[in-house]
């Protein structure tokens, strides 16, 4: 099955710009539960900022934190809010399979464009093929959606390299249409791409290597600092386009340096608290993660202002408004 189409943003992406989809945090009220009314105002920063889509209930979300009733209306509300501005991608992964095709067939009755599942978080899968039979069978409670597979190796048992598991997914699964690749293996990536022979969508995973992503063949990418950061990453994709390579080396770097900063701060809870530095408040964050102290905080501010981080923001996001 080919990968989905997306529905038109506010304003037509340029040709030159790789489909950026953003990973969302789920915003959550002082008390711990879902902010389902600011999802709005989330879907319209996101498509004013050049996003075309959004992959919800996975890592940067916390999807693994909510209960099956909160992602199903969380995949509601995104949906909603989305309108015809975004695609709306549903991570259904669960450590049960049954709850994993429950969600998938609640995704696919809503009009979700695609689903996803990492892979499997607890246990090892005896073999590859127990993975993707795993895949199959949440595919085929949503059969006419689009399903992705999420391979992101830091985060699950999955140790197969994706390039391996592509051509028996597409042999096993009717509605697959691609990968999230989430890993530093570029190597894999490539051969994904070339298995791929653009009749499935390979994204690219990794926000601090998207120039390379970009230069390896990469259309569309799905990232956490999409959620705020998007104008950067489509300033280096154009100047890429352009054959300018050594301005756009210096504009990921200048994203591959917060980055930095931002794992080295903390990691996921301090890229969230980059997004209220931006404008955009998502609140705490669902134990066993926290959001962090002030102290951090005014770290990571004072350290993002020293590399000009914010200023060039606001530059790359004027850039992206103009005619």
């Not at 509601?76 to 015809?84: I, K, N, R, S, V």
């Not at 980055?259 to 404008?279: A, E, Y």
Request: aromatic letters at 8%.
């Amino acid at each position: 099955m080919t990968a989905i189409s997306c529905p038109p943003a506010t304003k037509p992406p340029c040709v030159d710009r790789p489909r950026l989809i953003a990973a969302p945090f789920t915003p959550l009220l002082p008390d711990g539960s879902v902010h389902y009314d600011s999802l709005a105002e989330y879907a319209a920063n996101l498509s004013s900022s050049g996003v075309t889509g959004v992959f919800i209930g996975g890592t940067s979300g916390e999807g693994m934190s909510l209960t099956r009733e909160e992602r199903m209306r969380l995949a509601e509300t995104w949906l909603a809010a989305a309108g015809q501005r975004l695609s709306v991608i549903v991570h259904v992964g669960h450590t049960c399979l049954e709850e994993a095709k429950g969600l998938a067939a609640h995704a696919s009755s809503i009009g979700a464009h695609g689903i996803a599942s990492i892979g499997s978080v607890f246990f090892d899968p005896s073999s590859p093929e127990a993975w993707v039979e795993c895949c199959q069978i949440m595919a085929a409670a949503a059969p006419s959606t689009p399903f992705y597979y999420y391979h992101m190796p830091s985060m699950s048992r999955i140790r197969e390299k994706a390039s391996r598991l592509l051509p028996q997914m597409i042999k096993a699964i009717p509605s697959f249409a691609g990968i999230k690749f989430t890993h530093e293996d570029l190597g894999d990536y490539s051969e994904c791409l070339r298995l791929a022979d653009g009749r499935y969508e390979i994204f690219f995973g990794r926000d601090e290597l998207l120039l390379t992503g970009l230069s390896l063949g990469a259309k569309s990418a799905v990232g956490s600092t999409y959620n705020f950061a998007a104008p950067l990453y489509h300033k280096t994709a154009r100047l890429h386009a352009l054959g300018r390579s050594s301005e756009a080396e210096e504009w990921q770097s200048l994203c591959t340096n917060a980055i930095s900063i931002m794992i080295r701060l903390g990691g996921l809870n301090v890229i969230r608290s980059t997004m209220k530095l931006c404008g955009f408040d998502c609140g705490p964050m669902r134990l066993p993660l926290r959001a962090p102290d002030e102290c951090v905080t005014d770290a990571l501010r004072d350290e993002l202002q020293g590399i000009a981080f914010f200023e060039r923001l606001e530059q790359a996001r004027a850039e992206l408004l103009q005619p």
